[in-house]
């Protein structure tokens, strides 16, 4: 088996000319972010400049989109269906980023329809409540109930055993995937088929790479992390409670895992740590790391975000067909 944390992996000069490219571009673009106040009014500006940012766009919501509110015994869960083209041969609940407090599932609508018609995958996606208006437990609960009535309702709805219930998610939404796929597991036994864990938060109490590129402006760093994560738990009591952080949880049982970063992110402790803990308590785990990327890198035309697509791609399939 060849080595996960081998130093190549992790040296910049291996990135592509397109990858520096782009880094340059975001560093030269995006304003850098500074010290404030977790308030619904900031987040409500950062959800006005998440939405102007070009960086961020990810297309027009698609036409083919089937919007429900699924029943939850407090209120109902809005999500975003995608149906195959084909006979579905899974279901994949994806769970969108925007740590916590900004985006929302139709800025993924064109990853998730190409998912559904290439793989044969039935996708919902979910419009989480967000943080601060909504703070924890509000975004896992939201995404607990989704993923129980997929569970429920996969082969009524998608002719899909539930055994072969996917999850997955990038940024906060890998966070929220790690977070749903334990609750499933320790709350109602139930071991979904696996979690495409993509440049996740895993421990709200900080990790040591939050702080290594403060000096530079790469979409995330230590400030903006505090400040997402004080909307999100306000508590800070709770911050390694293993409901908030996954770090700490017990993680045996847990369904097999992608595990992908990039070594320019703010967050790539948070991707190591938990990895590690993974196969440590026994799971199957695959860790892909790509040299000098960014937060969000996969959304961009480079040859690292091809080759982390392709690699999400290939998992849900060789999950699929395991289950």
């Known amino acids: 088996m060849s080595n996960p944390f081998d130093p190549q992996r992790f040296d910049e000069a291996n990135a592509s000319s397109k990858m520096r490219a782009l880094v340059d571009l975001i560093e030269k673009s995006m304003p850098a972010a500074t010290p404030q106040p977790a308030s619904v009014e900031s987040a409500q500006e950062a959800r006005r400049n ?13 036409d083919r989109a089937e919007e429900r509110a699924l029943p939850n015994a407090n209120h109902p869960v809005p999500v975003r269906i995608f149906r195959p083209k ?57 995404c607990e109930a989704a993923a129980l009535w997929l569970v429920e309702n996969a082969t009524s709805e998608f002719g899909v055993p539930p055994e072969k219930v996917l999850i997955g998610g990038e940024s906060a939404g890998g966070h929220l995937s790690a977070v749903t796929m334990l609750r499933m597991l320790r709350r109602h036994g139930v071991q979904l088929s696996g979690a495409n864990l993509a440049y996740g938060i895993y421990d709200l109490s900080g990790v040591p790479s939050h702080d290594a590129f403060d000096d530079r402006n790469l979409i995330l760093n230590s400030h903006s992390i505090r400040w997402f994560t004080e909307c999100f738990v306000p508590d800070g009591a709770l911050l390694r409670d293993p409901d908030v ?44 790391v790509y040299p000098g990327a960014p937060h969000g890198f996969d959304l961009f035309p480079t040859r690292e975000g091809e080759q982390a ?3 999400i791609d290939a998992f849900y399939d060789r999950c699929i067909n395991a289950a």
């Open 50 to 62: 998440f939405d102007e940012q070009s960086a961020f766009s990810m297309g027009e919501p698609s």
């Open 245 to 288: 952080s996954p770090l700490y949880a017990d993680l045996v049982g847990a369904p097999p895992a992608l595990f992908t970063v990039g070594t320019l992110d703010p967050l790539l402790d948070h991707t190591l740590f938990l990895y590690a803990r993974w196969v440590a308590a026994g799971n199957p785990a695959e860790l892909q």
């Open 309 to 311: 697509t392709k690699a």
């Open 86 to 142: 084909k006979r579905a041969r899974g279901a994949l609940l994806h769970l969108h980023g925007g740590g916590w407090v900004v985006g929302r599932a139709s800025m993924n609508d064109a990853q998730n329809q190409r998912r559904a018609d290439e793989l044969s995958l039935a996708v919902v996606s979910v419009d989480y409540r967000l943080a601060p208006e909504h703070p924890y437990p509000a975004a896992p609960d939201d």
